[in-house]
């Protein structure tokens, strides 16, 4: 399967707040860096990083551009409230291998009404 078509699973997963679906499309000590935060290492990890993060808000990632070279996929997104970021997943048979995403983690809390950590 080619990284674009993985991805466009991932962001199907995302979008339905799919916890277990997310996770199966990570390599088991793959790393998910939101540069916002401290890395995410193991699939396990990245699981549960995914279910805290679904039980304090719903989040909707609205595709603006995907590109595919080689073994990666880089997204362009949007959400409703105007948040923009961007992805970079890197791919290894088919399983997401390493991710780093960036976006705006103030305005991303102002906007959800979450607490200014």
Partial sequence: ?????????????????????????Y??????????????VGKEAIRQMFADEFAKTKMVCIVENIFEDGEWAIMEWKDPLGLRGCGFFHFKDDLIVYQRGYWDKLSFLKQHNLPIE
């Fill in 27 to 40: 390599a088991d000590d793959a790393v998910n860096h939101q540069v916002a935060n401290d890395p995410v």
């Fill in 1 to 25: 399967m080619r990284p674009k078509e993985v991805l466009k699973k991932w962001i199907g997963c995302f979008n339905a707040s799919d916890v277990a679906g997310i996770a199966a499309l």
